[in-house]
């Protein structure tokens, strides 16, 4: 599959939740965490989605929020990946950052280089991956 997405993750479904307009659809990460897509019901429909399927999730770059600390709040955002800064590319503008994620996966944030000075991100540096399920491209195998 070639896309323009940075972030694609390849797992299996490990949970649907099937509101009335919408739904929530869970994919396992190598790593053991999991990614968070919120589609449509007849998306779910139209797919086939189902627990155990196959299932690609995308995600752009310019979608990911980069957080360091918390300082005790809690976020809305359902999908929350935790790891360690692996590489920072630093453009005139933009900041290329790759958090790994573990289990061979990671997960790239573009963000601005006023932010990259303010958040004081380093390679080898802990850093979570901040952004919402309805952000998350959801494909299914045919």
């Known amino acids: 599959m070639k896309t323009s997405a940075r972030n694609r993750y390849f797992g ?5 939740n099937v509101g009335a307009v919408n739904a929530e659809v869970a994919v396992g990460l190598q790593g053991g965490q999991s990614i968070v897509a919120a589609i ?26 980069i957080v360091t600390d918390t300082a005790g709040y809690r976020l809305s955002a359902r999908n929350q990946l935790s790891g360690k ?10 900041s ?13 944030a573009t963000i601005t280089n006023d932010s990259l000075e303010a958040l004081g991100l380093a390679e080898g540096q802990t850093a979570t991956a901040v952004f919402k399920a309805g952000s998350v491209i959801l494909g299914v195998a045919s």
Do not use: C, M
């Open 12 to 16: 299996k479904i490990t949970a649907v």
């Open 40 to 65: 449509t019901k007849e998306s779910v429909e139209k797919l086939g989605v189902k627990v155990g399927g196959d299932a690609v999730a995308l995600v752009k770059a310019p979608q990911v929020i």
């Open 85 to 94: 800064v692996s590489r920072i590319h630093k453009g005139a503008v933009n």
């Open 96 to 108: 290329d950052v790759i958090i790994d994620l573990g289990g061979g996966e990671t997960v790239a």
